[in-house]
């Protein structure tokens, strides 16, 4: 058996060689070998179009990424929180589930970026996002809004989920965030809107949780406020 090797170009560079076998001793025909180096042309073709579709969806998805995601934290953005609420609103429909969102606004954070710089804001942001994603459990959202606001989108949840999940996200600010040889103690006002089963999800969730949010903040720091959809409010405690 003899093998003939045939390099695989593009333009100036090789990819690799095809090789062919043949069962018979003696060399190709000038005919068979300039068809099988245009196999090979061909084969090189194939390779480069193939890599530069892979690449070509590499960077779509990148691309798509970046649209989705807070590029400080890497959470969900509002646009993915959204894709979210409207993924959650179908799911909620069919299960007859509560779902809840959970919106915390830092309590002047704006001081900390006047005092420190913003260098140190950012720092404290990323931090927060850290200690708040060891909350969430598989198959919830967290999200970074817009500046010091973040957003969890929570289904599947039982009648008692929502206190504690409550209680988890204020116990999350009582330890300081060390930044480097910074300790700042923060605190949040938080703002959760409910959903009970046979109630309608949708984007009107999260801006209930808002406004939920804004409540709290009326009554000082470290507050939450809760609004029902069925129209039972809780008082800020």
């Known amino acids: 058996m003899r093998c003939f090797s045939f390099p695989l170009r593009h333009h100036a560079r090789r990819l690799g060689a095809l090789d062919l076998y043949r069962d018979r001793p003696g060399p190709l025909s000038p005919q068979d070998m300039a068809t099988a180096?245009?196999?090979?042309?061909?084969?090189?073709?194939?390779l480069i179009n193939a890599r530069n579709r892979e690449q070509a969806l590499d960077e779509v998805d990148w691309f798509r990424d970046r649209a989705l995601h807070d590029p400080l934290t890497g959470l969900a953005n509002r646009?993915?929180?959204?894709?979210?609420?409207?993924h959650a609103a179908q799911r909620t429909a069919r299960s007859q589930s509560t779902s809840a969102v959970l919106f915390a606004d830092l309590d002047d954070f704006k001081q900390v970026n006047d005092t420190y710089g913003h260098a140190v804001g950012d720092r404290l942001l990323i931090a927060v996002a850290q200690r708040l994603t060891a909350l969430v459990r598989p198959g919830d959202t967290l999200a970074r809004i817009s500046g010091d606001e973040f957003v969890l989108l929570c289904e599947d949840l039982e009648s008692h989920d929502v206190d504690r999940l409550k209680a988890r996200i204020m116990a999350a600010f009582a330890e300081p965030f060390v930044l480097q040889d910074l300790a700042l103690r923060m605190t949040a006002s938080l703002g959760i809107a409910v959903a009970r089963p046979g109630s309608p999800l949708s984007g009107q969730l999260l801006v209930d949780a808002d406004s939920a949010m804004y409540e709290a903040k009326r009554h000082g720091r470290a507050q939450h406020h809760v609004i029902d959809v069925r129209g039972s409010d809780q008082v800020p405690t």
Not at 79 to 86: G, H, P, Y
């Open 37 to 46: 180096q245009t196999l090979a042309d061909v084969v090189a073709a194939y």
């Open 79 to 86: 646009v993915l929180l959204q894709e979210r609420l409207e």
